[in-house]
């Protein structure tokens, strides 16, 4: 039977929160979709004496989830693996990060016990107590070859982009190029937003040889789908094919948007003891999600599209850039703006009866949510925050511009 009792669908609906997890990164394989290109050009890397890696992308993609699941798999091989892991922020130094990244990696110390029946302990020290306060790239070079003759080492330095110091950057990359010129078998792997390895990585030309780099782009609808078909299936129910192929559109290939859209609707279908996920359900959870979005976002959505004017295009405009064809780096033109503007107004307008929208939303009395790049004439235009897509297309459908 589709129904399910009363208890059957409370506890269903508690455990749909650790399923669909938008607030924090996925951490267990089994929950994990997806990426299998990108975890496969990493593990390349690390399986190889003297290549790195970085993984580099939008935000919003599933960078440090990827990061997450290599660390499972890394534990469950039979070689020994010493990994070490970073958040970067913008105070920190090149000293700093070592400090922080070797915390969690320690040597043992057996200590013989002291008087007749004293049993024998073992010390933890961890490796970065043994580092000097100043470090050096040689000082990393010469500590992770130590390491290395006992085990796998991997270094994980997530959230690069947020190192405000450049010089910091520049240690790095002379690291990376010192652990490859010595031949240690170390891997380190530098995780951060950036629609190029040359927004991320200082002289990285020196050290290009040693480097893999692995762009993370938006997923693709058909691992979207996974993502909801696995959560769903570890809650013991079923999405019809309408509901998932309209979730899957919403996403915009962005993992965050999907774990949003499949906890709530999921919880919807639980709330009237339904098994099968339908069309009505997804709708339903779209609502909520809109109500759960981040703050910012909502905000500046709000700021974009407010006029003292009652009739106005603001909102309508907005919609037609979410909708836009963009390019690999998310950017449109105005031209490609008019084809789903007239979808929403069913009038072709010319670019001038919207040229001063875009400029306006790329100010900061509209919240700065569209960036502008280009000159005269070729201006090319990009959300500031990918996840601002999504919840303008959602929003769209919700409040009936679109159908």
């Not at 690999?328 to 008019?338: D, H, V």
Request: net charge neutral; with cysteine; aromatic share 6%.
């Amino acid at each position: 039977m589709d129904a399910i009792s009363q208890q059957e669908a409370e506890l269903k609906w508690m455990e749909a929160g650790n399923v669909f997890t938008p607030g924090s990164p996925v951490s267990t394989r089994d929950l994990f979709a997806g990426r299998r290109d990108q975890l496969q050009e990493i593990m390349g890397a690390i399986s190889q004496r003297g290549y790195h890696a970085v993984l580099y992308g939008e935000r919003g993609v599933g960078k440090t989830s990827l990061s997450n699941i290599l660390v499972t798999i890394l534990g469950a091989m039979p070689q020994a693996s010493l990994i070490g892991r970073v958040n970067c922020d913008a105070g920190d130094t090149f000293s700093s990060i070592w400090h922080k990244a070797l915390r969690d990696i320690s040597f043992t110390n057996p200590q013989r016990g002291i008087g007749f029946n004293a049993a024998d302990t073992v010390a933890h020290t961890p490796v970065s107590a043994t580092l000097p306060t100043v470090v050096q790239p040689d000082d990393i070079r010469r500590t992770l070859s130590d390491l290395s003759r006992h085990a796998r080492v991997l270094i994980i330095l997530d959230e690069y982009d947020r190192i405000v110091d450049r010089q910091v950057a520049t240690l790095v990359s002379d690291t990376i190029k010192a652990l490859s010129d010595f031949g240690v078998d170390a891997t380190v792997l530098i995780i951060g937003v950036a629609d190029t390895i040359d927004d991320l990585i200082e002289g990285h030309q020196s050290i290009e040889r040693a480097v893999v780099q692995i762009p993370m782009p938006r997923m693709s609808d058909e691992e979207i789908a996974e993502i909801l078909d696995t959560g769903v299936s570890k809650l013991g129910m079923q999405m019809d094919g309408g509901a998932r192929a309209h979730l899957v559109h919403l996403t915009q290939g962005l993992p965050y948007v999907a774990h949003l859209l499949g906890l709530h609707t999921t919880r919807v279908a639980l709330q009237g003891h339904a098994r099968t996920i339908t069309r009505s359900h997804a709708d339903q959870g779209i609502q909520r999600s809109l109500e759960q979005w981040q703050q910012s976002i909502r905000t500046a959505y709000v700021d974009a599209i407010r006029s003292p004017q009652p009739v106005n295009l603001f909102k309508e405009v907005l919609l037609a850039c979410a909708l836009a064809e963009t390019d690999e780096l998310g950017y449109f033109s105005a031209s490609s703006i008019r084809a789903p503007l007239k979808q929403i107004t069913g009038r072709l307008l010319d670019i001038p009866s919207f040229a001063r929208h875009l400029k306006e939303f790329s100010t900061e009395g509209r919240g700065g949510i569209i960036e502008r790049v280009g000159t005269a004439r070729k201006l090319r235009y990009r959300f500031t925050s990918p996840l601002m897509r999504p919840y303008i297309i959602m929003r769209g459908y919700d409040d009936g511009l679109l159908k």
